[in-house]
């Protein structure tokens, strides 16, 4: 089992920037890829962007490609999401899951989740 812990989210003007982590701890060689969602009051829970553990790969939501990187720091065993020119339609609480199958964008396809940041963006 892998566990996952956020941090990072806050209160931002938009136009403003946040920097989310997500830590690992537990069985992390079960999981083959990290992704981020975020879920908006109201809302279905959506893909944002997400990170091969094998090549480093990553793979970004329309909505935030330009805006949003993921990066990896694996000795740390802890994802980054830097999230530039913030709108305030990216407020929601942002999850980061673990998969065991190949990264996507698909929540179905994760198999553990944190418990979720809360990021507000107001204009």
């Known amino acids: 089992e892998v566990q996952l812990v956020e941090s990072g989210g806050g209160l931002v003007q938009a136009g403003g920037s946040l920097r989310l982590s997500c830590a690992a701890s537990?069985?992390?060689?079960?999981?083959?890829?990290i992704g981020w969602f975020r879920q908006a009051p109201g809302k279905e829970r959506e893909g944002v962007s997400c990170?091969?553990?094998?090549?480093?790969?990553?793979y970004y939501a329309d909505s935030v490609k330009g805006r949003f990187t993921m990066t990896s720091d694996n000795a740390k065993n802890t994802v980054y999401l830097q999230m530039n020119s913030l709108k305030p339609e990216d407020t929601a609480v942002y999850y980061c899951?673990?998969?065991?199958?190949?990264?996507?964008?698909?929540?179905?396809?994760?198999?553990?989740w944190g418990q979720g940041t809360q990021v507000t963006v107001f204009s």
């Open positions: 990170i091969s553990n094998s090549d480093g790969s990553t």
């Open positions: 899951a673990a998969s065991r199958e190949v990264g996507s964008l698909v929540p179905q396809r994760y198999d553990y």
């Open positions: 537990g069985d992390t060689f079960d999981a083959n890829a």
